[in-house]
DNA sequence: TTGCGTGCAAAGGTTTTGCATGGCA
DNA sequence: TGCCATGCAAAACCTTTGCACGCAA
């Protein structure tokens, strides 16, 4: 059976927060800060995090540098023109690579190899997070 | 000025352990385990892996299920899946965009994006230097 | 009134650092 | 002999869990 939710100001907070901010992502420390003045609450927002990744409406993912997770907020429209597409082998979705990574790497291409890449029609092939978590899982199982 | 480094068994024995299980990825417990029969010199064992992703013989990953690094050998011969493929729209000629850029993001992509490229099935499409070439000169006639 | 949400503190796990000792060259 | 490597313990770090209290419905 469903659980019960609430809404409370903390749950609206975060929610609110992804949305209006959709095209970068956060690490836990950024968005405690940005939902409260002070960094108070921690373990709640955890909590809210990881309940907004079940429902798909953000997803977590690993920043190497920092080693901690991010977490980015599952777009709606975008310009499809000038990103990259990562289309799931395993699931088939397709994910919008949009970030600074990306437009530099198109503009590598078109300095370096002469070659000016149309991300409109490019997609890469790959296995996305969450299948790669899940055939993870299987294989420790 | 490069530091010195010695041959030292434990150095040895991760460097062996890598190059003998080159296909599969392996936690810092796993490693441990695996060079010592009981899981003593962690340390070190995390100040090797450090040296060895420096020096690019192994890389480093995060592994989301069990929310830890894990590392893989840096196999030797570099075949068509480890860059990038244009294929210009104009010509049709394919060019290999294999260089450190292009490595880069494939591990940037997953890194940040959680999205694990393959690159000998991902095709950009694009506009080669050629054709760029003969477009604007034609474009300036 | 019920039971979910919250925040604090404590615990959990992985990784890094400090330091004295040991070993290579 | 000089310096690097090692291992232990402690610290740092991110994240999760337990628990009592607060708050939505």
Avoid: W
Avoid at 16 to 35: H, L, V, Y
């Amino acid at each position: 059976m469903e659980k019960k939710t609430y809404k409370t100001t903390g749950r609206a907070r975060i929610g609110s927060f992804f949305a209006k901010n959709p095209d970068r992502q956060f690490t836990t420390e950024e968005i405690c800060r940005a939902i409260n003045g002070s960094d108070v609450g921690r373990s709640s927002v955890y909590r809210h995090l990881s309940e907004l990744c079940e429902a798909d409406v953000i997803r977590k993912f690993h920043s190497a540098s920092r080693n901690c997770s991010v977490y980015q907020y599952v777009g709606a429209a975008c310009d499809c023109r000038d990103h990259f597409h990562g289309k799931c082998i395993v699931c088939g979705t397709i994910e919008h690579l949009g970030c600074h990574d990306s437009a530099h790497f198109a503009g590598h291409l078109l300095e370096e190899h002469g070659f000016a890449v149309d991300c409109g029609r490019s997609i890469l092939y790959g296995v996305c997070a969450r299948c790669r978590a899940l055939k993870e899982r299987e294989e420790n199982d």
